[in-house]
Nanobody
């Protein structure tokens, strides 16, 4: 199973984007899920996570700007990104929060320009 993030694009600093990630029902309903990103030359990092019950946690770098959510009807997870900064430029991925991870998809590129 491979999850595919979508919704990325080119946006000016201060702008917004919403990423989406659809997951199989068998996974989505029992797993905590996470959004990750990898900037050029850097390791992949966890940006936000959401538990089955709805609790959320964020990396300090995005706290107050990003919002993670999940829709159990559509089996889809979202990442609303506001007040985007240049340093948010990265490929964004979705996956489970804890191992075992699913196969990493291609991700979706988010590029923030000045």
């Amino acid at each position: 199973v491979q999850l595919q993030a979508s919704g990325g694009g080119l946006v000016q600093a201060g702008g917004s984007l919403r990423l989406s990630c659809a997951a199989p029902d068998s996974i989505f309903r029992i797993k905590a899920m996470g959004w990750y990103r990898q900037a050029p030359g850097k390791q992949r990092e966890l940006v936000a996570r959401i538990y089955v019950g709805g609790d959320t946690r964020y990396a300090d770098s995005v706290k107050g700007r990003f919002t993670i959510s999940r829709d159990y009807v559509k089996n889809t997870m979202y990442l609303q990104m506001n007040s985007l900064k240049l340093e948010d430029t990265a490929v964004y991925y979705c996956n489970t929060f804890q191992p075992p991870f699913l196969s990493w998809g291609q991700g979706t590129q988010v590029t923030v320009s000045s």
